[in-house]
Nanobody, 115 residues
């Protein structure tokens, strides 16, 4: 059973940056399209960024131009570089395959942006 482990979250002031990591326990990153999701309190989980196995990327309108998704297949890791953070980016961030979520959800990593 593949496990996903997100890390890198924290408390940051508005305008700051964070880099999130998602490490997979198996060699699955290179063969699957991956996505970063986030879930704010009381809200549904939303997809914010995707990267295909061919390195094509897509972003939700709310993060376009501020977030960058990337992957390191050798490390079985997907990253999310988040710049110019806003209070509305506060959420728990998760990764999984897209468009279908093939693996169990990890614990996520909390990102809190203070205004």
């Amino acid at each position: 059973q593949v496990q996903l482990a997100e890390s890198g979250g924290g408390l940051v002031q508005a305008g700051g940056s964070l880099r999130l990591s998602c490490a997979a326990s198996g060699n699955v990153i290179s063969t699957n399209a991956m996505g970063w999701y986030r879930q704010a309190p009381g809200m549904q989980r939303e997809l914010v960024a995707t990267i295909s196995s061919g390195e094509s990327t897509n972003y939700a309108g709310s993060v376009k131009g501020r977030f960058t998704i990337s992957r390191d297949n050798a490390k079985n890791t997907v990253y999310l570089q988040m710049n110019s953070l806003k209070a509305e980016d506060t959420a728990v961030y998760y990764c999984n395959t897209v468009p279908r979520n093939l693996f169990s959800w990890g614990r996520g990593t909390q990102v809190t942006v203070s205004s």
